[in-house]
């Protein structure tokens, strides 16, 4: 699988944006689908998933309530809609792809990646 990430840019607190990611593949619909973030001097962190189906979604405590990922398989793409951005959420936000359906926030079950993609919530 092959990852895109797209969507990020500037935005200030309080606005919203979203994430697409679109992924080549054939197995693509038999994965789950996850996003992270890396914000500067930080660590990556997981901010939320989504099951093969999109039955069954997880999201960090940190973005409960504002974030909501979704997918369609039938485009090959997973999104990520940010609502009431806040600066601390300023990060590059990675989409990844696990083989197998079940959705999961550590990061080694992921085994492909998307390039990055920055998102800058000014204060």
């Known amino acids: 699988v092959q990852l895109q990430a797209s969507g990020g840019g500037l935005v200030q607190a309080g606005g919203s944006l979203r994430l697409s990611c679109a992924a080549s593949g054939r197995t693509f619909s038999n994965s789950a689908m996850g996003w992270f973030r890396r914000a500067p001097g930080k660590e990556r962190e997981f901010v939320a998933a989504?099951?093969?189906?999109?039955?069954?979604?997880l999201y960090a405590d940190s973005v409960k309530g504002r974030f909501t990922i979704s997918r369609d398989n039938a485009e090959n793409t997973v999104y990520l809609r940010m609502n009431s951005l806040k600066p601390e959420d300023t990060a590059v936000y990675y989409c990844a792809a696990r083989s197998g359906g079940a959705i999961t926030r550590l990061k080694s079950q992921y085994a492909y990646w998307g390039q990055g993609t920055l998102v800058t919530v000014s204060s």
């Open positions: 989504i099951n093969w189906s999109g039955s069954s979604t």
